[in-house]
């Protein structure tokens, strides 16, 4: 799985034109962030793929990756660990679920505990 430009993101239903002279406008597209009411996020724990390591996973924000790097960096400092944040996800290592949730919540987001 490659890295996306934003030429990528900007490519949205057009896979191929016959015409010559066709030149896709990228200039229409930008990436907006949801405000913070807008965002259904959720908090989850997963253990997968991560040498069974449990990790705290928040899915489901829109936005640009610089805000989404900012929410990353406020849970991961607030929470006292590393982690990461791309591709729309946050990644807390540990199990932080309540924490992480109330943190969303007193920010603003509608955030809800998915799993068990």
Known sequence: MGRKNKKDKGRIGVVYSTSDDFDYDYDDFEEETLPAGEQNLKVMLDKKSRGGKQVTLVEGFVGTEDDLKDLGKL????????GSAKNGEVLIQGDFRDKV?????????NAKRVGG
């Open 75 to 82: 849970l991961k400092s607030k929470c006292g660990v590393g």
């Open 101 to 109: 949730l109330d943190l969303l919540k007193s920010e603003g987001y």
